[in-house]
T-cell receptor, first 108, second 119 residues
């Protein structure tokens, strides 16, 4: 079964706006990671948050983790057209299972 | 080290033919993973290796699929008697996995993928 499920499935925003996507998972984790995939390419690791962390920042990315609710959110601030991609969460467990992802479209 | 390499990038074949994909992981990585991804879906786990040992294979994986990682370096994924339903992107990833409690985390580095089209 999938361990990460992203929400919403698709998101369309204007350049400069913030984009928020969510991930829910089912089992206990050591860490949670977010990956980006541009159309027709492999996935690229964006950011990792450990289970004892609640929030983490990297450039325009902000990730939060709520282990009590088994959920995480990824915020991309001041979005750019180049942020157009699919975003996946991954719980880094023994079985590497990805959800279907959130497809983000940033309009210039 | 230039990252994870996959070859070929594109393969078009006729139904019933065999195809083989190759993945060269990051040299110091001990784990190697194969995924399949169809349009609009997330990567679907196929199998993974730790060094040369194949530790897990998805129950969804047909017997027509076989993967090897001789000497714990590069890996091959072979699909025999291809079917149109096998058309997908085949992704390879590698990672340096450390035991639970040790420093670090299982961060995956992906290749660009091999796109298979079965006619």
């Amino acid at each position: 079964s999938q361990q990460g499920e992203e929400d919403p499935q698709a998101l369309s925003i204007q350049e400069g706006e913030n984009a928020t996507m969510n991930c829910s998972y089912k089992t206990s984790i050591n860490n949670l990671q977010w990956y980006r995939q541009n159309s027709g390419r492999g996935l690229v690791h964006l950011i990792l948050i450990r289970s004892n962390e609640r929030e983490k920042h990297s450039g325009r990315l902000r990730v939060t983790l709520d282990t009590s609710k088994k959920s995480s959110s990824l915020l991309i601030t001041a979005s750019r057209a180049a942020d157009t991609a699919s975003y996946f969460c991954f719980t880094g467990g023994f079985k590497t299972i990805f959800g279907a992802g959130t497809r983000l479209f940033v309009k210039a | 080290d230039t990252g994870v390499s996959q070859d070929p990038r594109h393969k078009i074949t006729k139904r019933g033919q065999n195809v083989t994909f190759r993945c060269d992981p990051i040299s110091e990585h001990n784990r190697l993973y194969w995924y399949r991804q169809t349009l609009g879906q997330g990567p679907e786990f196929l199998t993974y290796f730790q060094n040369e040992a194949q530790l897990e294979k998805s129950r969804l994986l047909s017997d027509r699929f076989s993967a090897e990682r001789p000497k714990g370096s590069f890996s091959t994924l072979e699909i025999q008697r291809t079917e149109q339903g096998d058309s997908a992107m085949y992704l390879c990833a590698s990672s340096l996995f450390m035991r639970q409690g040790a420093a670090g985390a299982n961060v995956l580095t992906f290749g660009a993928g091999s796109r298979l089209t079965v006619l």
